[in-house]
């Protein structure tokens, strides 16, 4: 494709880079802004664009302005196919936006419509954002206002400054700018997911994986989730079920008041709890993201008499309140955690798999220790693929998604988009590869599952270095609870 490429500084010149170096494409020119005083000294310099044309040989186009005849007249006897856009520095007139065949395409570093305009980086510092990324879109008329093409998110780290954004942004949105082929399905496991829901939805892609980082995955017909597309609102009795089943009578639960689904998850089990007769010794549905201040709510536990304890958040926050409890004496009869069981224990750092002992960790499919037909091929797979030791969340999750896309494939004889989200739409059966046991879910049921397929958990006990199977747990299963929701605020 022949193009023109419009930028002017530093930050642009990863674009340009990979675009020369790209064998798709073919850049004929630069059009970047005129030379001007820099420096102390005033001496009138190049824009780093410019040098980089002059090392690449290419024609350099600075007009004063845009709207000069002149400049429109060599554009349009360039012809180019198409004109990427990096921080040019000017507003173009539609005089030139009517000139490339496929138009202007911008790369803008905010995921849009978030920041429009200039210095979308500094706002979203300012704004204490802790997810920005970079947006490609059709430049028209109106400012940043045309039609997107394509996102890539990053997250913002707590001493990012402006610069350090920026670096990070013009290298992962120059890939963007270059690699902008057509997609036909993703394949997603990602708490960021929400970040790039709606743009996808809007185009029609299909998304396949674990529905665990919002609204989204219950409400976009596109997506669809592996284990079920979770109603963290609902409440089933299962996890309530398992509690009373371990002899635990008050329950201790902890979520994230930063994360809705932590919160509502943390909210769900204490109902679940109540369903089943038991007590709430115990609910913090806000406790602060990243604190290790455990101990008061450790002594508060004690104090309440909690004998079973759970909580939605990552590891090291659920581990550091298991060990507070021990060292409080508080006499906890069982823990239950959602997240942990196989490789992730092995990530969760120093000291897990002691905080870990006799812990019940809960899995939405069949642990490899069952040894059934689909657990065994699971694992041959992963060791053909140069994958060893214990599988994570994640490789479950990744395996069956790549399952499901192969199914739908099959189906659909066509990777359009289309025909994948209709034959996605048509499965009303699937079983993870068998890793569901002789449970089928159905993918377009966004309304009855808040624990996975048929409100079913899969439960082991880490005794050692072994994960051993909970009698009358693989699975435990459960029903909604009519009328019972939570939701936090």
């Known amino acids: ?89 000017a507003l173009l007139p539609k005089a030139a936006l009517d000139i490339p065949r ?41 400012m940043d206002t045309g039609p997107y093409y394509g996102m890539v998110t990053e997250p913002i780290a707590p001493g990012d400054t402006s610069g350090d954004l920026l670096m990070r942004l ?65 409440v089933s009795d299962t996890t309530g079920k398992f509690f009373k089943m371990v002899g635990v009578t008050s329950l201790g639960s902890i979520g994230y008041g930063i994360s809705p689904i932590s919160s509502e998850n943390a909210e769900a089990y204490a109902a679940s709890a109540k369903s089943q007769g038991l007590k709430v010794g115990y609910l913090n549905a806000k406790f602060p993201f990243g604190s290790t201040d455990v101990q008061p709510a450790a002594l508060a536990m004690k104090s309440a008499k909690v004998d079973g304890f759970t909580a939605t958040t990552d590891p090291n926050t659920a581990f550091a309140f298991i060990t507070a409890l021990r060292q409080a004496g508080a006499n906890i009869k069982a823990t239950v955690l959602a997240i942990g069981y196989g490789g992730d224990l092995a990530q969760a750092g120093p000291g897990a798999i002691s905080a870990a002992q006799n812990v019940y960790f809960t899995l939405a499919y069949e642990p490899v220790e069952m040894q059934t037909p689909a657990t065994k ?93 909970v009698k009358g747990a693989t699975p435990i299963c459960g029903k909604l609870l009519p009328g019972v929701t939570v939701r936090t605020s």
């Open 1 to 89: 494709m022949r193009l023109v490429f419009a930028g002017t500084p530093e930050v642009a010149v990863p674009s340009l880079r990979a675009l020369l170096d790209s064998p798709r494409h073919d850049v004929v020119a630069v059009l970047t802004r005129p030379d001007a005083p820099a420096g102390r000294g005033r001496r009138l310099g190049i824009s780093a664009i410019k040098q980089l044309a002059l090392e690449a040989e290419l024609e350099v186009l600075s007009p004063r302005s845009p709207r000069e005849p002149e400049f429109l007249a060599r554009l349009a006897e360039i012809a180019p196919d198409c004109c990427p856009v990096v921080a040019y520095g």
């Open 102 to 142: 496929y138009g202007w395409v911008n790369l803008h570093f905010s995921l849009l419509p978030a920041w429009r305009g200039a210095a979308p980086v500094q706002h979203t510092l300012l704004a204490g954002d802790d997810m920005t990324g970079a947006t490609t879109f059709r430049l028209e008329e109106g």
């Open 170 to 234: 013009s290298e992962s949105g120059a890939r963007l700018l270059v690699t902008r082929d057509h997609v036909s399905v993703v394949i997603s496991h990602s708490a960021l997911m929400f970040s790039a829901a709606s743009y996808l939805t809007a185009k029609g892609v299909p998304v396949v994986g674990s529905g665990e980082d919002g609204p989204e995955w219950i409400t976009a017909k596109n997506m669809f989730s592996v284990f079920g597309a979770l109603n963290t609102t609902k």
């Open 377 to 469: 091929q699971f694992v041959s797979d992963l060791k053909a693929a140069g994958l060893s030791g214990d599988p994570t969340f994640a490789i479950y999750n990744t395996y069956t998604a790549i399952g499901l896309v192969v199914r739908a494939l099959k189906a659909a004889g066509s990777t359009s988009s289309s025909a994948l989200n209709s034959a996605l739409s048509n499965i009303h059966d699937w079983n993870a590869l068998g890793l569901l046991g002789s449970h089928k879910l159905d993918l377009n049921n966004r309304s009855s599952y808040t624990n996975g397929v048929d409100n079913c958990l899969w439960v082991t006990k880490l005794e050692g270095n072994t994960y051993k199977l």
